[in-house]
Nanobody
Framework: QVQVVESGGGQVQPGGSLGLSCAAS????????MAWYRQAPGKQRELAAR???????IYADSVKGRFTISRDNAKNTVYLQMNSLKPEDTAVYYC??????????????????WGQGALVTVST
């Protein structure tokens, strides 16, 4: 079984910075892409940033130039550095990972795993 656990988040004033981290654990063979999604009150969950195994990244237009996603493959961890935060960045941020896991004696299976969410509040 595999899982991801987020840490970080909290409250910050507009223009401030926050960081999130997400560590994967369990019977991991390899991790494909890792991503951060967010869901603001009353809105649908949306992709904020994604990073593939080779380090390629994509960002939502709304966070480009302000957010940076990175990963440490040795630690099975993904990070999201958020700068110049705006009130509209307020949301629950969810870590998402595509993980190949050992299954049984010799099988490997692919799991899409979600974290429990970390609240980020940007307000005065």
């Amino acid at each position: 079984q595999v899982q991801v656990v987020e840490s970080g988040g909290g409250q910050v004033q507009p223009g401030g910075s926050l960081g999130l981290s997400c560590a994967a654990s369990g019977s991991i063979v390899s991790i494909a892409s890792m991503a951060w999604y967010r869901q603001a009150p009353g809105k649908q969950r949306e992709l904020a940033a994604r990073i593939t195994g080779d380090g390629s990244t994509i960002y939502a237009d709304s966070v480009k130039g302000r957010f940076t996603i990175s990963r440490d493959n040795a630690k099975n961890t993904v990070y999201l550095q958020m700068n110049s935060l705006k009130p509209e960045d307020t949301a629950v941020y969810y870590c998402n990972a595509g993980i190949w896991s050992f299954y049984g004696d010799s099988e490997q299976r692919y799991f899409e795993v979600w974290g429990q969410g970390a609240l980020v509040t940007v307000s005065t």
